[in-house]
C-alpha cells in the first residue's frame, strides 16, 4: 500500500499573507502613543482608552492583540483588567526612554506603509512610488529644504541607528586609529558613541550645511565638543577630511552604482594609508538566501529612489578592490545589520 503523506503546512503562507495586520496594529499603536502612556502606571482598558483617545468599540481587540503579539502585559482579565508595557516595550517603545526606536516606526506609519502598496508598479517599472511619483520634490530634497522636519527625521533614525553604532563601537578595534571621520553624519550619533568608548580618537561628523547646527547641539548635550566636530560639505562635489577612518552608516545603500563607486573612491582618497573604511548597513548574505531584512531594505530602497539597492559583503569587496583597497572584513552587529570594513 502506498504510505500517505500530510500535505504542507500553509500556516507560514498565510501568516505572512495577513502580516501587515499586526504591522498595522504595532505601528498605530507607537501613533497613539499606547507605550509612552503606560509608563506613567498600568491602566485599565478605559482608562488607556480615554488616554490614546480609542474609541470604546475598539479597546478590547486594540489592547488585547497588542498582548497576544506580546507587545503588552495585562494583569487580570474582563473589564478590571490592567495593561502595562513588556520590559521590551518600555525600553524601545516609551518616547521618553533614550532607547526608543519608536521614530522610524512612525517614518514606516506615515510615509512608507501606503508606498508599498505601489510595489507592483515599482517592481515593474522600476521606477520609485514615493512622494516624487505624485509631482512632489524627493525624499531628501523635500527633508533638508525644511530644518524642523529635516531634524524630526533624524530623530526617527537615532533609535534604530544607535543599536548598531554602539555595536560597532564595541566591537571593531579603534585603538590602531586616532582620526575618524563620519560621512554622511546627521545629528553626529555615529562619532558620539565612538567617541565615548575611545578616549583617544578624536571626530569628525560631516554632512550638508543645514546639518551642521543639528549635530553640534546633539555633540554639545553629549559632553564630547571637545573630542568631536563638524564638517559642512556635499559628499558628491567636496572632498572628504582626511582621517584614519572613514565611516558611512546607511549612506552607501541609498544611491546607484555610479554614485557607491563615487563615495567609495572619495573614501579611499580621504584616508591615510593604512586606514579603514566602514559602512553599516543591513548587508545581504553572499549567496542572498538569509538576511531577509536587508533584502526586503533593498525593495524598500526601488520604492524610495528606484535604482538605489542594498548589497553583499562580497559586492562591497569588489567596489572597494576597484578603487585599490586590499584587504576586508565583515562584523556581525545588531540583529540583521552588519559593519563592511575595507582597509587602504
Known amino acids: 500500500m502506498p504510505i500517505s ?16 495586520w499586526s504591522s498595522k496594529v504595532l505601528l498605530t499603536a507607537v501613533e497613539f502613543g499606547v507605550f509612552s502612556h503606560l509608563a506613567e502606571r498600568p491602566m485599565t482598558g478605559t482608562e488607556l482608552g480615554v488616554a490614546t483617545g480609542v474609541h470604546p468599540r475598539g479597546i478590547a481587540d486594540f489592547f488585547d492583540a497588542l498582548v497576544a503579539m506580546k ?14 508595557n513588556t520590559p521590551a516595550t518600555a525600553l524601545y517603545l516609551d518616547r521618553r526612554s533614550p532607547r526608543y526606536v519608536g521614530g522610524i ?11 508599498w502598496h505601489d510595489l507592483p508598479e515599482a517592481l515593474r517599472t522600476g521606477r520609485p512610488q514615493n512622494e516624487s ?55 553626529g ?13 578624536r571626530c569628525i561628523s560631516f554632512d550638508l550645511p543645514p546639518v551642521e547646527t543639528i549635530a553640534q547641539r546633539h555633540i554639545a548635550t553629549a559632553g564630547l565638543s571637545d573630542r568631536v566636530t563638524t564638517a559642512a560639505g556635499d559628499f558628491f562635489k567636496d572632498p572628504l577630511p582626511r582621517a584614519d577612518v572613514i565611516t558611512m552608516g546607511m549612506i552607501l545603500h541609498d544611491w546607484n552604482l555610479e554614485k557607491k563607486r563615487h563615495l567609495i573612491r572619495s573614501a579611499y582618497d580621504a584616508l591615510q594609508p593604512g586606514g579603514a573604511f566602514i559602512v553599516v548597513e543591513a548587508l545581504i548574505d ?3 538566501r538569509e ?16 535604482d538605489a539597492f542594498d548589497y553583499s559583503g562580497a559586492d562591497f569587496q569588489g ?14 552587529l545588531a540583529g540583521p545589520s552588519s559593519a563592511a570594513i575595507a582597509y587602504k
Not at 71 to 84: M, N, V
Not at 105 to 115: D, H
Not at 291 to 306: A, Y
Open 5 to 20: 503523506t500530510s500535505p504542507p503546512d500553509p500556516s507560514s503562507i498565510l501568516q505572512t499573507a495577513f502580516g501587515f
Open 71 to 84: 507587545f503588552l502585559e495585562r494583569d487580570g482579565d474582563g473589564p478590571g483588567a490592567r495593561y502595562a
Open 105 to 115: 516606526l512612525e517614518m514606516l506609519n506615515a510615509r512608507l506603509f501606503k508606498y
Open 133 to 187: 511619483k505624485h509631482g512632489q520634490k524627493g525624499v531628501f530634497e523635500e527633508l533638508y529644504a525644511e530644518l524642523p522636519r529635516l531634524e524630526q527625521f533624524m530623530g526617527a533614525m537615532t533609535g534604530l541607528s544607535r543599536i548598531n553604532f554602539e555595536a560597532l563601537a564595541e566591537k571593531f578595534d579603534f585603538s590602531r586609529f586616532k582620526t575618524l571621520c563620519d560621512v554622511g553624519g546627521a545629528t
Open 189 to 201: 550619533l555615529l562619532s558620539i558613541e565612538v567617541a565615548r568608548r575611545h578616549p583617544d580618537l
Open 286 to 288: 553572499d549567496a542572498r
Open 291 to 306: 538576511n531577509l531584512f536587508g533584502l526586503l531594505m533593498s525593495l524598500n530602497m526601488l520604492i524610495e529612489f528606484g
Open 319 to 332: 567596489w572597494c578592490r576597484e578603487a585599490g583597497f586590499r584587504s576586508f572584513e565583515v562584523i556581525p
